[in-house]
């Protein structure tokens, strides 16, 4: 049973529109959330996370925001660019009573079209 | 600063060989861990550790083996390859858990045949 669900293979937005890209979870026990950016033949890359405690969560062009009454986090890029294009991991901890293993989604592939 | 280095970056294999990826980081990292990646699964936890001389599984350990007898070294063992194998191997370290975010190294492509 897949615990963190990103439902959306992909996504197609154009530059200097907003991406958004969602997340469900199923775990209640998850209290810390992340997104990774990764590109292809390359490592995934830590872009921004949200405790439990908070709702929202801004750095520069990315916004990530909790519902956890819906168990529901979303990615939020603006303005998107070309350079955004890539696969995005959500990933969740803090099962099993710990935070140093991430359980993650099967990715959305975001295509930013100049 | 090199960051997570594993090595090799791309190994083919026969069924019932066996090898050893090496995963080393220069950041002092406590915690460390190993994924796969596979195609429409996103990344699976294989065994993780949280500190020299302590190892544990994770989602999918079968088949492999790891030991951690250094802060920077995480090397994981094949024991003996099979198919199901292939995959894409990352490994990952973080200071203090997740809440810093764990930094990926670049993946080592393995192909078992």
């Known amino acids: 049973d897949q615990q963190v669900k990103q439902n959306s293979p992909s996504l197609s937005v154009q530059e200097g529109r907003i991406s958004i890209l969602n997340c469900d979870y199923t775990n209640s026990m998850f209290d810390y959330f992340l997104w990774y950016k990764k590109y292809p033949a390359e490592g995934p890359t830590f872009l921004i996370s949200i405790s439990s405690i908070k709702d929202k969560n801004e750095d520069g062009r990315f916004t990530v925001f909790l519902n956890k009454s819906a168990k529901h986090l979303s990615l939020h890029i603006v303005p998107s660019q070309p350079g955004d294009s890539a696969v995005y991991f959500c990933?969740?901890?803090?099962?099993?009573?710990?935070?140093?293993?991430?359980?993650f989604g099967k990715g959305t592939l975001l295509t930013v079209n100049p | 600063n090199a960051g997570v280095t594993q090595t090799p970056k791309f190994q083919v294999l026969k069924t019932g060989q066996s090898m050893t990826l090496q995963c080393a980081q220069d950041m002092n990292h406590e915690y460390m861990s190993w994924y796969r990646q596979d195609p429409g699964m996103g990344l699976r936890l294989i065994h993780y550790s949280v500190g020299a001389g302590i190892t544990d599984q994770g989602e999918v350990p079968n088949g492999y083996n790891v030991s951690r007898s250094t802060t920077e070294d995480f090397p994981l063992r094949l024991l003996s390859a099979a198919p199901s194998q292939t995959s894409v191997y990352f490994c990952?370290?973080?200071?203090?858990?997740?809440?810093?975010?764990?930094?990926f190294g670049s993946g080592t492509r393995l192909t078992v045949v």
């Open positions: 990952a370290s973080s200071y203090s858990g997740t809440s810093y975010g764990y930094t």
């Open positions: 990933a969740a901890s803090g099962d099993w009573g710990s935070n140093y293993k991430l359980t």
